[in-house]
């Protein structure tokens, strides 16, 4: 009874982080999109309230579901699996059974249906600066849709092989490189070379069009929203911050909204804008500091002020 108790703990531990994954990517999504809109109109809004609210569910019950297995704080939950062979291999049977049903024409489909529909999401703001026709639009998103599928298939291929992202990173991008080369052939034939490069910018600035989305939202009930114009603009100084800082290669993370980021974004946005954007960057800070108090808690005993 305790096996099987401890069994489905496991499970929905692991379904649950696979759905806050899921809902946090969709409500990054949400927020980028928000950056390629003149404003926040009511179905956005209500969509990412809705995620948000989501998020925080999926975290409370995946807390809930943690405290059964008193898993130390920080440990993945999959970590059980390694200590139990057993569970270990309950959970290699269901991955099995998934992938019977990955392969099933009607669940592809289904799936297809569905990831076509979330590119409105994730690439709004990029359909809408291309101005494609229909044609072009719905070529474009079945593009977009082959080479989320090589990505999935080389992944899958890497750890058949078994190949470890932890063990070797390097070979794992490089297969799943390879695998989309052919997708993103077809993408550059079909955009040229100006729609190309759009599309590879936006692809490589997501992180900094999230933060332009937060500053779009934070504005968009204001008397100063934030223009489309502007928000671009934005997003090309975070991203040159964020490639200088990471020195001439530029394939470092993306900058924080620095001292230099506000200098260069004041000639672009009107003093509300900008002190938006400075309320971002004390957010930042103090949240940066926050994990640096918690970090240097580590290993301390209570009522120790110290190190040690």
């Given at each position: 009874?305790?096996?099987?108790?401890?069994?489905?703990?496991?499970?929905?531990?692991?379904?649950?982080?696979?759905a806050?994954?899921?809902?946090?990517?969709?409500?990054?999504?949400?927020?980028?999109?928000?950056?390629?809109?003149?404003?926040?109109?009511?179905?956005?809004?209500?969509?990412?309230?809705?995620?948000?609210?989501?998020?925080?569910?999926?975290?409370?019950?995946?807390?809930?579901?943690?405290?059964?297995?008193?898993?130390?704080?920080?440990?993945?939950?999959?970590?059980?699996?390694?200590?139990?062979?057993?569970?270990?291999?309950?959970?290699?049977?269901?991955?099995?059974?998934?992938?019977?049903?990955?392969?099933?024409?009607?669940?592809?489909?289904?799936?297809?249906?569905?990831?076509?529909?979330?590119?409105?999401?994730?690439?709004?703001?990029?359909?809408?600066?291309?101005?494609?026709?229909?044609?072009?639009?719905?070529?474009?998103?079945?593009?977009?849709l082959?080479?989320?599928?090589?990505?999935?298939?080389?992944?899958?291929?890497?750890?058949?092989?078994?190949?470890?992202?932890?063990?070797?990173?390097?070979?794992?991008?490089?297969?799943?490189?390879?695998?989309?080369?052919?997708?993103?052939?077809?993408i550059?034939?079909?955009?040229?070379?100006?729609?190309?490069?759009?599309?590879?910018?936006?692809?490589?600035?997501?992180?900094?069009?999230?933060?332009?989305?937060?500053?779009?939202?934070?504005?968009?009930?204001?008397?100063?929203?934030?223009?489309?114009?502007q928000?671009?603009?934005?997003?090309?100084?975070?991203?040159?911050?964020?490639a200088?800082?990471?020195?001439?290669?530029?394939?470092?993370?993306?900058?924080?909204v620095?001292?230099?980021?506000?200098?260069?974004?004041?000639?672009?946005?009107?003093?509300?804008?900008?002190?938006?954007?400075?309320?971002?960057?004390?957010?930042?800070?103090?949240?940066?500091?926050?994990?640096?108090?918690?970090?240097?808690?580590?290993?301390?005993?209570?009522?120790?002020?110290?190190?040690?």
């Amino acid at each position: 009874m305790k096996s099987t108790r401890s069994y489905l703990v496991l499970f929905f531990a692991l379904t649950t982080v696979g759905a806050l994954a899921v809902v946090y990517k969709q409500y990054l999504d949400i927020i980028a999109l928000g950056a390629g809109r003149s404003g926040a109109d009511a179905a956005l809004q209500a969509k990412l309230g809705a995620a948000e609210n989501l998020i925080q569910q999926l975290r409370a019950e995946l807390a809930a579901a943690r405290a059964p297995t008193r898993l130390p704080a920080g440990q993945p939950e999959v970590a059980i699996v390694a200590t139990n062979p057993a569970q270990g291999s309950r959970v290699a049977e269901m991955r099995a059974r998934m992938k019977v049903l990955q392969d099933d024409p009607k669940y592809q489909k289904l799936v297809a249906l569905e990831q076509k529909a979330a590119l409105d999401f994730r690439y709004g703001a990029l359909f809408k600066q291309l101005n494609l026709s229909p044609a072009q639009l719905d070529q474009l998103k079945n593009l977009l849709l082959q080479r989320e599928q090589a990505q999935g298939d080389a992944l899958q291929a890497a750890r058949d092989q078994g190949i470890n992202f932890r063990d070797d990173p390097q070979a794992l991008r490089q297969a799943v490189s390879d695998a989309q080369s052919s997708a993103d052939d077809q993408i550059k034939a079909a955009l040229g070379d100006a729609g190309y490069a759009a599309y590879q910018q936006y692809e490589q600035t997501g992180t900094e069009r999230a933060l332009a989305g937060q500053l779009q939202q934070s504005l968009s009930y204001t008397a100063a929203p934030l223009t489309d114009d502007q928000s671009r603009q934005l997003v090309q100084i975070l991203a040159q911050s964020g490639a200088s800082s990471a020195g001439s290669g530029g394939g470092g993370a993306p900058a924080p909204v620095t001292d230099q980021v506000i200098s260069q974004a004041a000639a672009v946005l009107s003093p509300p804008q900008l002190q938006a954007l400075q309320e971002l960057q004390a957010r930042q800070q103090a949240q940066q500091q926050i994990r640096q108090m918690l970090q240097s808690t580590q290993g301390r005993t209570p009522g120790t002020p110290g190190g040690g």
